[in-house]
């Protein structure tokens, strides 16, 4: 069994930053591919970010490539992401997840663990 609890979130600024964390307890992280997803209101569940169980792989929505950066450190159980030039539409509930199948069934949204997501609002 994995918890994941998200932090981070906040109104920002259009054009404006936040880093988001994602502490893990329970399980070490290590052997999970772990990653961001967003849902805003009246909308469905979309993919944001993923990275492999080394760090050594990162996936990215169209939408987010060039402007965050998804993050982990084993050592802490902690996953990361860095939201840059944040845009309005992009106000959204954000939420970490991990998977035991690699990043490939996350970015499909098989994740076994899903965290209670964290509130980021972008104002114009």
């Known amino acids: 069994q994995v918890q994941l609890v998200e932090s981070g979130g906040g109104l920002v600024q259009a054009g404006g930053s936040l880093r988001l964390s994602c502490a893990a307890s329970g399980r070490t992280l290590s052997a999970y591919a772990t990653g961001w997803f967003r849902q805003a209101p009246g909308k469905e569940r979309e993919f944001v970010a993923a990275?492999?169980?080394?760090?050594?792989?990162?996936y990215y929505a169209d939408s987010a490539k060039g402007r965050f950066t998804i993050s982990r450190d084993n050592a802490k159980n902690t996953v990361y992401l860095q939201m840059d030039s944040l845009k309005p539409e992009e106000t959204a509930v954000y939420y970490c997840?991990?998977?035991?199948?690699?990043?490939?069934?996350?970015?499909?949204?098989?994740?076994?663990?899903w965290g209670q997501g964290t509130q980021v609002t972008v104002s114009s």
């Open positions: 997840a991990a998977s035991r199948s690699g990043v490939g069934k996350l970015m499909r949204y098989g994740c076994d663990y």
């Open positions: 990275i492999n169980w080394s760090g050594s792989s990162t």
